[in-house]
């Protein structure tokens, strides 16, 4: 066991070289491998109540400090006060009986508009070596009590700031870094919930995007065919789609019928009746609507009538405990889809690894193993889900020069990032973009916007004043006069908020009528069937043109994959039989009498593997490093084993930044020095067939095998071991001399192919093929 290094009190104060220096220590949130910048609100501050309290306003007296809400879900109470008085208060405060923990509040140095609220809880994930003694020594002299560990995280505990501590969570996080036995320390924050709608006044039709009948401002082929889809299927109550949000209004006419309502909660009330309560809860009820509304002749129908409804109100804030509780009862009560039409209330917000590591588990671990397909509305600033603006021209200087933008619950690799596109097949003026869209949907068009807690719904700069054209979204609304409209309909519903449950409910479709498809192959078949919309004029706002699909990974940066298409997503689902690659067959232009032929057909069948536009697939060509991460993501769905190393050589915007990250979380990749990955170099056939031993931890061989190849000299050392395990296996390939490896050449797409397509055999995912180039 290895022993702790400096394991005192003293690595605490003293900065050794690692970790955040003393100089910044109250500066810098670390967050999911990432930082932020922070400043503090000098008009406010927190306290949570002691338990045994009666009251927690009696310091208060003394200081003209004016209690602002209550966060019931994490018991704090929100304080304003002069600027002058912030510091008395706060010792005040500490002072008192009453208050078990007091906080300042803080903004994003570049967003003062946007507030994160500290908790009292600390994640800590300690290095695999680390053992008990060394965990308890470092949480005591922290001044931290060990509550619990996180199931899921390797060695990673859940910590309690206790009374003792002298510093807020932000500086004792950053002081743990300084341990090497600490990987990653983390402050749990609250933010607030921001709801990617909002309503404008509309023209519009009802449910053009099922039912296109044509009509001003609306083309052919901007529906999802969804009719076209419900004489296969119209859903089946045993695919649950959860609806997260503000709430769902249960006395809706479109949500009544036998078996419709599974397993409703309210996280806010801390009960079971997910009910609209406050004016402004009505979003939720629209997007369970858009989703599942039942069809009974007494309203609107949802893009997957017949599937049941989980609905589960938010608590409003995204603080670690609140993300966990979502995604773990939907996993828990059997959820198939979660569709979450929400995100952070701040414009750079980076996951923390408990929320992470809870998608990925409902996405990998849901439905008994087959996980969870979960969806999130990509947004609506007209900003990037991840990158870089140079802002000008915001109300009051809200944001200004080079601001950072990041949708963490967007840019998940585990998530479905929708996107949305206008009844005339274009781009949504407000519709987010960027390297983690997977498809768009069709919604409304109207201007960007965003919401941020200092200034509500706001429109992003420079404001877009001009007309645009496009119609909306008809959905459910909250009955009575309360609501978006005076009914229990509003034709007033827009956004990516409205977009995300369409999705949903086209992957509901689909696993109606392949319940056994992965969550992974739902995903791929709503990719690779969606429609290549277009739209080469510049956006009305910024002016960007990124409506066209780059030939390489056929996507576009503001559509993804295209626009989902229910038909065709759910002929793919039936044909794709279970999930067996060798039902079905796609032929392309150029494959024909080729040796890889079988294999190729057989996943692109099972939708591994594409073409090009042209219909040709091209297999004799190379496959370069950022491909092949994309091929491994597909076909493997790697499960998280370590944390991702951040190459310095694949940017944000990169296209297969988020493939690479899954497949090296997955341990296919490793071994690159100097943090580079090379996305755009050539792979090596053995750089390939040691990523696969390794990343699927197959066992290893007799080096004795080798001697089938007549240029076994030519095997690099790295993968003797590995070649020798797969060749036991029979998951090597040679063409076109079976005892020829050629180790150190270029492979080919069709060699990429057999390869997979065999490892897929060796671990008993596919039916073997009979070829004479199997070693």
């Known amino acids: 066991m290895t022993q702790p290094i400096a394991l005192s009190a003293n690595t605490l104060q003293n900065y050794q070289g690692i970790g955040v220096p003393e100089a910044s220590l109250p500066l810098i949130l670390q967050r999911g491998g990432d930082e932020l910048l922070l400043s503090k609100a000098d008009d406010r501050f927190t306290i949570r109540p002691s338990p045994t309290a009666s009251i927690s306003s009696d310091w208060a007296a003394q200081i003209p400090a004016k209690l602002n809400r209550r966060i019931a879900q994490s018991n704090l109470e929100e304080y304003l006060v002069a600027p002058s008085n912030l510091d008395a208060a706060?010792?005040?405060?500490?002072?008192?009986?009453?208050?078990a923990f007091a906080s300042h509040v803080y903004c994003p140095a570049n967003n003062p508009s946007t507030f994160f609220y500290l908790t009292d809880r600390i994640t800590i994930q300690f290095g695999e070596q680390v053992n008990e003694t060394s965990r308890s020594a470092i949480a005591s002299?922290?001044?931290?009590?060990?509550?619990?560990?996180?199931?899921g995280i390797p060695n990673t505990f859940l910590c309690e700031?206790?009374?003792?501590?002298?510093?807020?969570?932000?500086?004792?996080?950053?002081?743990?870094?300084?341990y090497p036995e600490v990987l990653i320390a983390e402050p749990n924050i609250l933010v607030e919930t921001q709801q990617f709608y909002t309503p404008r006044d509309p023209l519009y039709?009802?449910?053009?995007y099922l039912n296109n009948q044509g009509g001003s401002e609306l083309v052919g082929g901007a529906q999802i065919y969804a009719e076209a889809a419900w004489d296969i299927t119209r859903g089946a109550r045993s695919i649950v789609i959860a609806v997260a949000d503000d709430s769902v209004d249960l006395t809706h006419p479109d949500f009544q019928g036998q078996g419709k309502i599974v397993s409703p909660i309210d996280f806010k009330d801390g009960d079971t009746s997910p009910m609209p309560v406050a004016e402004s809860d009505n979003h939720g009820t629209s997007c369970a609507g858009v989703a599942a509304a039942e069809e009974n002749g007494k309203g609107i129908v949802g893009v997957a009538p017949g599937c049941a409804l989980m609905p589960i109100r938010t608590s409003g804030f995204l603080d670690d405990d609140s993300v966990e509780k979502i995604f773990n009862w939907a996993v828990e009560k059997g959820a198939a889809v979660i569709s979450c039409s929400w995100g952070p209330g701040a414009v750079y917000y980076p996951l923390s690894l408990r929320q992470s590591a809870v998608i990925t588990k409902a996405a990998t671990q849901g439905r008994g193993g087959r996980g969870c397909v979960i969806l999130f509305a990509a947004g609506n600033a007209n900003r990037p889900v991840n990158g870089a603006v140079d802002e000008k021209g915001w109300p009051n200087n809200i944001l200004g020069d080079r601001t950072k933008w990041l949708a963490g619950f967007a840019v998940h690799p585990d998530v479905i990032a929708v996107a949305a596109s206008t009844?005339?097949?274009?781009?949504?003026?407000?519709?987010?973009?960027?390297?983690?869209?997977?498809?768009?949907?069709?919604?409304?068009n109207a201007p960007p916007?965003?919401?941020l807690p200092e200034t509500g719904f706001i429109a992003t700069a420079p404001e877009v004043t001009q007309y645009l054209p496009g119609l909306g979204v008809f959905a459910a609304d909250r009955v009575g006069p309360v609501g978006y409209d005076a009914g229990d309909y509003t034709n007033t519903f827009g956004g990516t908020s409205s977009a995300t449950p369409v999705v949903a409910g086209v992957a509901a479709l689909v696993l109606s009528v392949n319940p056994r498809l992965t969550a992974r192959e739902v995903r791929g078949i709503i990719e690779q069937t969606a429609d290549k919309i277009v739209d080469s004029e510049p956006d009305p706002q910024l002016g960007n043109r990124m409506g066209n699909y780059d030939p390489n990974s056929r996507r576009s940066d503001w559509f993804g994959y295209g626009k989902v298409n229910a038909l065709k997503a759910v002929e793919a689902a039936v044909r794709k039989g279970g999930g067996n690659p060798n039902i079905g067959g796609a032929r392309f232009s150029d494959i024909s009498g080729h040796w890889a032929q079988k294999f190729i057909e057989a996943l692109a069948a099972a939708n591994i593997i594409s073409g090009f536009p042209d219909g040709s697939f091209k297999p004799d060509d190379s496959l370069n490093r950022a491909q092949y991460a994309a091929l491994l993501v597909?076909?493997?769905?790697?499960?998280?084993?370590?944390?991702?190393?951040?190459?310095i050589d694949v940017s944000a915007s990169f296209w297969a930044r988020s493939a690479i990250e899954r497949a090296n979380r997955g341990g296919f990749l490793s071994g690159f020095p100097g943090l580079k990955f090379g996305p755009n170099q050539n792979l090596t056939k053995t750089e390939a067939i040691v990523s696969l031993v390794n990343g699927l931890e197959l066992k290893g061989s007799n080096l004795d095998v080798l001697n089938v190849y007549t240029d076994r000299s030519q095997i690099p050392n790295f993968g003797l071991s590995a070649i020798a395990a797969a060749t036991a296996l029979k998951i090597v390939v040679n063409y076109p001399a079976r005892d020829r490896l050629s180790p150190r050449r270029d492979i080919t797409r069709a060699e990429i192919s057999a390869l997979i397509y065999q490892t897929l055999v060796a671990i008993n995912r596919a039916r073997a093929i009979d070829s004479p180039y199997i070693v």
């Open 449 to 451: 916007g965003t919401w």
């Open 205 to 208: 039709p009802k449910q053009w």
């Open 90 to 99: 706060m010792q005040a405060a500490r002072a008192s009986d009453s208050v």
């Open 161 to 178: 700031v206790t009374k003792q501590a002298t510093e807020n969570p932000v500086k004792i996080a950053n002081r743990l870094t300084r």
């Open 423 to 444: 009844s005339l097949n274009k781009k949504a003026a407000y519709s987010n973009w960027g390297s983690s869209i997977s498809v768009c949907a069709p919604s409304n």
């Open 141 to 151: 002299f922290a001044a931290l009590k060990i509550v619990r560990e996180i199931a």
């Open 634 to 647: 597909s076909a493997f769905s790697p499960i998280p084993r370590r944390l991702a190393t951040n190459f």
